[in-house]
């Protein structure tokens, strides 16, 4: 039986081969992005390439998700290694698609190129042959929580529940049969170094809002309307009081935009529509801010005598991250950059929907450099695809030896070290229990 040593370095050998041939996949994938739910062609690209391999890919999971599975030769866990299929919306993004304004300002595109060169080197009989357990390649959609509106007319057609990937992959049962998690994300963050593991990410929780006054000729008659405006500008004071109750430690971020302030100039606006996100550290710190803009989004409408209707939507959970996946992960990244070149950042005020999945197995979500600009902007763009494809390919393969060799004693170890937080079914009802529609009325 080869040693661990010696499978990685049969791993290595066979990314490297397909070195060429995987950063195409990711420059292919770059310049044909696609937003959330509507990653047609990435998707079939991804089946395209597992069947390459011998697998047996599933397609179609929450509308564009794919999967496929290759078993060890002795019983253990199931590790899933995930990649991100969709985009963003950055117009003037150097990669942008012309039509749909959609752009890889992420770096989804390299998560794929890695994911598919991990399981090319763990696929091969060379090295499987020698794991216990089985391997699980998920590619899921809709990680980036954006178009809500978009998404929620598919929640209303009856063709999602859920507005992100991963939780609606875990409402189709999914996530089952997985005992533990892992992928690996772009970052452009000089301090982050060349990989960098993580700890905590903040939690999300999306609102609609709608102001509901009365229209009146605004020079002739103001005095007989209700403005709606006024109520949405009221309230956003409002959530900017109650800042200073959000404790640092927390790490609560509001952001609401307006996405419609009026019909006409000449008329009292009666209509005006709002989005936000609401995020926090823990679970606690998100549903405590929750009420507060819920609060503050009432008292924006009683102050002017409107209506508000406010629908919370489920978002993600706050991430984290199982350290003993985490050191394993790290000792490889070690070995990969030398220890000089592996960052560590506590935590993390963005969110993922991989953090809902860290509620329910133990996962690692790491980074890895190679990109330049800001995240989720124009300037965003990978520099280093040997880095960010290649590297992050034998990353997450040298992890999966170490998980599932020597009849996988370490992911048998970690799987059945970690309680969940909660199980599958009580995580589905707390997701389904927080979803929410209310209309207050003076």
């Known amino acids: 039986m080869p040693s661990k040593e010696e499978l990685k370095r049969s791993a290595a050998e066979i990314i490297d081969s397909k070195a060429d041939e995987l950063v195409a996949l990711a420059k292919t994938i770059l310049a044909h992005p696609e937003p959330g739910f509507r990653e047609v062609k990435t998707a079939k690209l991804v089946a395209e390439q597992f069947g390459a391999l011998g697998l047996q890919p599933r397609s179609g999971l929450a509308v564009t998700g794919v999967r496929a599975d290759a078993s060890g030769t002795a019983p253990g866990p199931t590790l899933a290694i995930l990649g991100e299929l969709d985009s963003l919306i950055v117009a003037d993004h150097p990669h942008a698609d012309l039509e749909t304004n959609a752009a890889h300002a992420c770096g989804h595109h390299c998560q794929i190129g890695m994911m598919l060169g991990a399981a090319a080197a763990l696929t091969n009989p060379n090295v499987l042959d020698s794991l216990s357990g089985r391997l699980a390649f ?3 959609p809709a990680e980036e929580y954006i178009e809500i509106e978009y998404r929620d007319g598919l929640r209303r057609d009856g063709k999602i529940e859920f507005l992100g990937g991963k939780p609606e992959l875990v409402r189709l049962g999914e996530f089952d049969d997985i005992h533990l998690a892992m992928m690996l994300h772009t970052t ?4 982050e170094k060349q990989i960098c593991i993580s700890n905590t990410n903040n939690g999300t929780v999306a609102k609609r809002i709608q102001f509901i006054g009365r229209a009146s000729h605004a020079g002739g008659a103001p005095h007989l309307g209700i403005n709606a405006l006024n109520a949405a500008t ?7 009081f109650n800042r200073e109750t959000f404790r640092d430690e927390d790490s609560i ?3 609401p935009i307006i996405t419609k302030g009026g019909e ?3 008329a009292v606006p009666a209509d005006v529509r709002m989005e936000t996100f609401v995020r926090g550290r823990t679970l606690e710190a998100l549903m405590d801010a929750n009420t507060k803009v819920d609060r503050a989004l009432r008292a924006g409408a009683m102050a002017v005598g409107a209506q508000v209707k406010i629908q919370t939507i489920p978002g993600y959970m706050p991430l984290q991250q199982n350290h003993g996946m985490a050191d394993i992960f790290r000792a490889n990244a070690t070995e990969l950059v030398g220890e000089e070149n592996v960052g560590y950042v506590d935590h993390r005020g963005g969110s993922t929907d991989m953090g809902d999945i860290s509620h329910l197995m133990p996962v690692i979500h790491p980074y890895v450099g190679g990109a330049t600009g800001l995240g989720h902007g124009a ?6 695809y040997g880095l960010a494809v290649i590297k992050g390919a034998k990353a997450l393969a040298y992890t999966a030896i170490d998980l599932l060799a020597d ?6 170890t970690i799987a059945g070290g970690q309680r969940p937080d909660m199980s599958i079914p009580e995580y589905l009802k707390f997701m389904r229990d927080f979803a929410s529609e209310e209309t207050f009325d003076n």
């Open 264 to 266: 006409a100039v000449s």
């Open 188 to 191: 452009s963050n000089p301090a």
């Open 253 to 255: 971020r509001v952001h």
């Open 234 to 240: 009221m309230a956003m004071t409002a959530i900017n």
């Open 407 to 412: 009849n996988a004693s370490h992911g048998n």
């Open 138 to 140: 998920m590619a899921v």
């Open 379 to 384: 300037t965003y763009v990978i520099e280093d």
